[in-house]
């Protein structure tokens, strides 16, 4: 999950996500608020709860394996 509005779009968007069934990752960079604050809070209170807080790499690694494991598989 990326969004604009960590309390507000991104912090409903993921209680949605759990509440069908998904552990929803959010990407710390990619999280915004009008209050830089409000971000911090958002992401401490979600991560435990809600979601799995990762950074913008470990992201972006997950995505590259999975990538590969597919087309390995597909091959």
Do not use: H
Request: hydrophobic fraction near 45%; proline fraction near 5%.
């Amino acid at each position: 999950m990326t969004g604009v509005t960590a309390s507000a779009c991104v912090r409903q968007t993921v209680c949605d996500g759990l509440a069908e069934g998904f552990r929803p990752i959010v990407v710390k960079e990619a999280v915004g608020d009008r209050i830089p604050g409000a971000v911090l809070w958002n992401l401490f209170d979600m991560d435990p709860k809600f979601a799995d807080v990762e950074p913008v790499d470990r992201c972006l690694e997950y995505l590259s394996s999975v990538g590969a494991t597919r087309r390995s598989s597909v091959a």
